[in-house]
């Protein structure tokens, strides 16, 4: 470390905080050093030709001189194969069992010496060096894996490796988990390694909290998801294709996935983005769906301070006819900011201001890090120690590192009893008033001056019995946490949807939750990457997220406020949140007119609330995200492909917020079909682009010709908001009412749209026909002008 590292710990952290971080930081290193010998000489390795194949359900195993590739397709068309021996499980992404085999898939020998597996969905060709090709069942080639290359250490080891890839050269690549510099993936490099910035970041930095090893490619061709299931160090290095203008010779796309080590082995799926999607979700387990309430509008900062100050924020929301929801306190609420505490000095009774806000409709949410401090007196490290559930070396040592609290200790939330442990501790948060939770700095942090903020790679940790080490364990530790609050809640309150969101996270996240931005820089590019996590998230299988509204770091200008509150009004999670010397985010502190306009996006809301309510169920079901990309429905228009402004929101509605600086009007990309602007009531065909009005006190929605949206209505009963179809053309929607914050069954109400005569026709289809809504009906868009 130099002088300007040691500077900037004294100032990030202050004087003893900042010393503790630079002594940790040198303990973590020299640790490392010991534990983790240079890795030497290595022999380089590829699998050579081709030596024998054996058949098993659903394909079998391709030997070859130095390796053998194991190649099975599922029941619902996923694709697995791993090199080596690697099998799908042990997998921490996957929701139990790997899917059953396909029966009628079958491996047989293939032109040139090599092998292929025929299904009915995929066709899997492997050539006789190695080389693994994915077919549409047409025979249209999606992807070409180029034979692997392992490095091992010569006096042992894990071996390293690289997967080079080629697809096609009108390819897109989307996913990777979180990338602010998305949706889109550009021609770099990104690393496989959840990291907390240290600090605010925009579209440029990358890594960020949530890396996952998920690329979905969409082409001309089709697409499809690949997902490489090693937890490991990595990076992906990307290259879009160039088409050679009709010369025939196309430079493909390339995707090349370098890991430290683990297992080589990776999971596709092929279809229409949906049916990516749903298999996606099959795999990895359903989306959880959040408590009703927290689909609505929800206020945090870091930095309330007092109880007293939540209830002025509250009593402002009501005076002023605002909805809210849910508010959030930080970690100023804790006593000397040591989880599943409270400063019992500015909160002397939470338990009533919980009631009391509940009373409102109103509930508190808290936040739970994972470092325990390592002090003597500590009830919370006591019991943690008695269970033995902390991270240890390999003496048998706790780990130790510096967070907010000071000197820490972190639970292994790969050892089912940390777990257990950990899930008990939410019994303090219910107790004091609490309705949900959100998990903060678990990629996990340690600070440090050296910028990668986190355990020794050496430390060690349980994997479920597997053994290993944090190489493996880090990027696994925010998903396990996770879990153990998702079952520890579960099992404190069965009759209620836990809500809980993680700032960190991998593969399979969605089961228990669903995430946030993380601290997104203050300013107009904080706002695109605010979008761009989203878009990418969903597309990764996470459909429930959100970023800070207004930016964690600084002072936003009234419209940036505003144009973020806007946006921030369709998507999932919906909330306003700040650093403690950031300012203030409530509505009517930038402004009489940003209130107003704020006050319409926050009823907007509200209004949509059952649409939003229907969405997560959907994604439950399907695994479709609420927010989705806006080629969609048209993954083969390359117009939309590049199209990262605009957005759709389930199948109905086309929001195209505003991201720029001083824009009162903006040009909208339409997929093909009607669309209505919701606000004017003009129609416009697609596809196309149109130049539509975005004044400072709403941003552009338009309406699918014939869709069905469910909203409330001014009763607060619900009503089903109905888009005039084009002439010859039919519509319809989904419906999910809602059914409270449990896990009562959900019934899919569906329905037909079209137009007869100049009247709209609406019928609900069910198993036994078809009949009339059993919701009120309210026609907009016909007679528009277009």
Avoid at 263 to 291: Q, Y
Avoid at 359 to 380: F, H, M, Q, T, Y
Avoid at 585 to 593: I, K, L
Avoid at 656 to 679: C, K, N, Q, S
Wanted: aromatic share 8%; charged share 25%.
């Amino acid at each position: 470390m130099d002088g300007r590292g040691l500077v900037r710990s004294v100032r990030n952290f202050g004087t003893v905080q900042g010393l503790r971080a630079v002594r940790s930081a040198w303990r973590q290193r020299r640790t490392d050093a010991r534990e983790l010998p240079a890795r030497g000489a290595e022999r380089a390795r590829v699998p050579g030709p081709v030596a024998g194949a054996e058949p098993l359900p659903g394909g079998g195993i391709v030997r070859f001189a130095r390796s053998e590739l194991r190649i099975c397709v599922t029941a619902g068309g996923a694709v697995f194969y791993g090199w080596d021996g690697a099998e799908p499980e042990p997998s921490y992404a996957l929701d139990g069992a790997p899917p059953e085999p396909d029966p009628r898939a079958s491996l047989e020998p293939d032109k040139d010496g090599g092998w292929r597996v025929v299904s009915e969905r995929v066709t899997v060709e492997v050539s006789r060096n190695g080389a693994v090709e994915i077919r549409t069942p047409g025979g249209v080639a999606l992807r070409r894996d180029l034979p692997p290359r392992w490095w091992e250490p010569v006096h042992g080891g894990t071996a390293r490796w690289v997967q080079r890839t080629e697809v096609a050269a009108d390819a897109r690549f989307f996913g990777l988990g979180g990338r602010a510099s998305g949706p889109r993936l550009r021609d770099g490099t990104y690393r496989l390694w959840n990291t907390d910035p240290g600090g605010s970041f925009g579209p440029g930095d990358d890594p960020l909290y949530i890396t996952m090893p998920v690329q979905l490619v969409v082409a001309d061709a089709g697409t499809h998801l690949a997902f490489h299931d090693n937890s490991w160090d990595g990076r992906v290095t990307l290259r879009e294709g160039e088409e050679g203008a009709g010369s025939g010779h196309d430079r493909p796309g390339t995707s090349e996935v370098r890991m430290d080590g683990g297992p080589l082995r990776c999971w596709v799926a092929v279809g229409t983005p949906a049916r990516v999607l749903s298999c996606w979700a099959r795999l990895t387990g359903a989306p959880a769906v959040p408590p009703s309430w927290a689909l609505g509008p929800q206020h945090a900062r870091w930095g309330f301070g007092s109880e007293r100050e939540v209830r002025r924020i509250a009593a402002g929301y009501r005076d002023r006819d605002l909805p809210l929801s849910a508010i959030h306190l930080d970690i100023d609420h804790y006593d000397a900011r040591q989880v599943f505490t409270v400063d019992r000095e500015r909160f002397p009774d939470l338990p009533g201001l919980a009631k009391d806000l509940r009373e409102d409709g109103v509930r508190l949410v808290s936040i739970v890090d994972p470092a325990v401090k390592a002090e003597p007196g500590n009830a919370l490290y006591a019991s943690g120690l008695a269970a033995d559930v902390f991270v240890k070396d390999r003496r048998g040592d706790e780990v130790h590192g510096v967070v907010r609290p000071g000197d820490c200790v972190y639970p292994d939330f790969t050892d089912p009893r940390a777990r257990r442990w950990w899930g008990e501790q939410y019994e303090e948060r219910l107790a004091q008033g609490f309705s949900g939770v959100w998990h903060d700095m678990n990629e996990p942090v340690s600070f440090t001056p050296f910028g990668d903020m986190t355990l020794p790679r050496s430390a060690r940790h349980a994997l479920d019995g597997q053994g290993g080490d944090h190489r493996e364990a880090h990027n696994l530790y925010g998903l396990t946490m996770a879990r153990a609050g998702y079952e520890g809640l579960r099992q404190l309150r069965p009759a209620e949807r836990p809500f809980l969101f993680s700032r960190s996270g991998w593969a399979g996240m969605q089961r228990y939750g669903g995430t946030w931005s993380g601290d997104v820089s203050t300013g107009w590019p904080g706002l695109r990457a605010s979008l761009s996590l989203v878009l990418g998230l969903g597309l990764c299988g996470v459909p429930y997220s959100g970023p800070d509204i207004g930016g964690f770091d600084g002072a936003p200008s009234p419209e940036l406020y505003l144009r973020w509150f806007q946006l921030g009004a369709y998507l999932p999670l919906f909330r306003t949140h700040a650093a403690i010397d950031a300012g203030r985010r409530e509505p009517w502190e930038f402004g009489p007119a940003v209130l107003a306009h704020a006050k319409a996006a926050l009823e907007e809301r509200e209004r949509l609330h059952p649409y939003f309510v229907t969405l997560a169920q959907l994604a439950r079901l399907t695994g479709a995200p609420y927010v989705r990309p806006l080629w969609w429905d048209s993954p083969e228009d390359r117009t939309l492909r590049d199209c990262e402004d605009t957005f759709l929101l389930g199948d109905a509605l086309l929001v195209a917020p505003v991201l720029e600086r001083g824009a009162d009007r903006r040009a909208v990309r339409l997929p093909r079909g009607r669309w209505y602007d919701t606000a004017t009531g003009r129609a416009y065909d697609g596809p196309g682009q149109v130049l539509v009005e975005a004044p400072l006190s709403r941003v552009p929605v338009l309406a699918r010709g014939g869709s069905v949206i469910a909203v409330r209505g001014g009763d607060g009963s619900t009503e089903l908001e109905v888009w005039a179809p084009a002439v010859g053309r039919r519509g319809g929607g989904l419906v999910v009412p809602d059914s409270g914050d449990g896990f009562e069954s959900t019934e899919v109400e569906r329905y037909t749209t079209r137009l007869v005569d100049g009247r709209v026709v609406v019928k609900q289809i069910s198993g036994e026909g078809s009949g009339p809504p059993r919701w009120r009906v309210r026609v907009r868009g016909l007679g528009a002008k277009g």
